[in-house]
């Protein structure tokens, strides 16, 4: 067991989780939370990388001399809005889906969809 | 030794436990709370692991407008979901048994955590820790790389945040007119004058967070999503009627695209002025001078886009009647 790797490790292990509920589950909504969970992961992931040991947040200041890394938390701050808005436009789509079929099952949809042919 | 903190063991050890409990969980309300906590759990670990910046969007996002969101979702679809579909399904859990095996495996070769000699730390980083002060002028380095070093990258998370308001807005948009939907809570009179109270703070508080970005934590993506929350609060309580006196549709509309026009505009102006686009250091006589006004302008343009994104998501979202 190596400690400087369990950050790593404990990412990966939600990462999995998050994808295991996009893959498994049939319930539209929990899915989009199963993603939800593995993008704040990968988040988490780079942000792990950023960290350098005795480190300070990067602001510039008298009196400190080591910073942790700007560039993943420039990428990852962004990422996280966009985040929200493509989530926004997946629980719209998931609205518009309920409407058109009365449930966001989506193992419900197929069966439905595969009547219709 | 490594440096890793108990915080962070048990922070992380939460995450796990929570995830875990979303994955059994047949009760969508409960688990988009768990969601909630989820990511206020994550902003923590990211402050630990310094990143201030990315710290505060998450709190603001994935705790605030994102559970908001999917709450409204649940209320326009169906709470529960059906447990014929909730079992424990193999094939499924050997494909992420699989990769997770891979990925492990793939971090050996990783540098350690915290590691300052890291391949990610002796590229790039070194050179904005060391030379932005210089050039840029402002204190915090998150705000120069963002809105600077790094502005085309950030021009066009921007434009994507309006693109994708665009698509919720054509799938959600109903012609019909009908009862409003989003009943208030007024008639509790704690929340009435606790919402009263709190609303200009907030307020207030985004617009520091907007303008004080240069030296501390924050800039234009937080403090739009921070002036947001205090509108999405004040809908909530009063109502989306009363709400939408001041933000009318169409303002939220000039205003959605307003921003990102202001971030476009300055690229182009300092084409015009004989520099690069986005190049700042021609807008005025001294180039950090220059620098300062056009991350200023820039982060202007980014609060407005995403405070008006945010807010119109959220009436999208409330106006939508259930069907």
Not at chain 2, 2 to 23: C, K, P, Q, R, S
Not at chain 2, 60 to 72: E, K
Not at chain 2, 167 to 185: K, Q
Request: net charge negative; charged share 15%.
């Amino acid at each position: 067991m190596d400690p400087g790797l369990y950050n790593y490790w404990v990412v990966i292990v939600l990462m999995m989780s998050g994808l295991y509920v996009v893959i498994a589950r049939s319930n539209l909504v929990k899915k989009l939370i199963g993603l939800n969970v593995f993008q704040v992961s990968v988040i988490m992931f780079y942000i792990s990388m950023g960290k350098v040991d005795g480190g300070t947040a990067p602001i510039l200041e008298d009196g400190f001399e080591i910073y942790s890394n700007p560039v993943p938390h420039v990428l990852m701050l962004t990422a996280i809005v966009v985040g929200v808005a493509t989530l926004a436009l997946a629980l719209a789509l998931v609205v518009r889906l309920y409407g058109a079929y009365g449930t966001i099952e989506e193992d419900e949809i197929a069966e439905m969809d595969d009547q219709d042919t | 030794m490594i440096n890793l903190g108990l915080i962070d063991v048990v922070l992380l050890a939460f995450l796990v436990a929570i995830t875990w409990a979303i994955i059994q969980l047949r009760d969508l309300f409960a688990a988009v709370m768990l969601t909630g906590i989820f990511s206020l759990i994550s902003a923590c670990l990211f402050m630990v692991m310094d990143a201030v910046d990315v710290a505060f969007t998450e709190a603001a996002v994935g705790a605030g407008i994102s559970t908001v969101l999917m709450l409204r979702t649940l209320a326009l679809t169906s709470g529960r979901s059906n447990p014929r579909f909730n079992r424990l399904e193999l094939a499924p859990l050997l494909v992420v048994i699989a990769i997770g095996a891979a990925l492990v495996y793939g971090t050996f070769d990783m540098p350690r955590y915290g590691d300052p000699q890291a391949p990610i730390h002796t590229y790039m980083a070194p050179r904005f820790i060391e030379q932005s002060g210089d050039e840029v002028g402002i204190p915090n380095i998150v705000t120069s790389v963002l809105g600077s070093y790094r502005s085309y990258d950030t021009f066009g998370e921007t434009t994507v945040v309006f693109t994708a308001v665009i698509g919720v807005f054509l799938l959600l948009s109903d012609p019909r007119r009908g009862r409003r939907a989003g009943d208030a809570l007024r008639d509790d009179i704690i929340l009435r004058i606790g919402t009263k109270a709190l609303v200009p703070f907030i307020m207030v508080f985004a617009l520091y967070v907007q303008f004080h970005g240069d030296y501390g934590p924050g800039g234009g993506f937080q403090a739009g999503v921070i002036f947001a929350a205090a509108i999405v609060l004040y809908t909530l309580v009063f109502g989306l009627a009363r709400a939408e006196k001041i933000f009318r549709r169409r303002r939220l509309e000039l205003l959605v695209a307003g921003g990102v026009l202001l971030y476009g505009t300055v690229g182009v102006v300092s084409m015009a002025l004989g520099g690069n686009f986005l190049d700042y250091s021609v807008l005025a006589h001294d180039p950090v001078h220059g620098q300062h006004l056009g991350i200023l302008l820039i982060e202007l343009g980014v609060g407005i886009t995403v405070a008006a994104v945010m807010v119109s998501l959220f009436f999208l979202f409330v106006r939508r009647r259930q069907v």
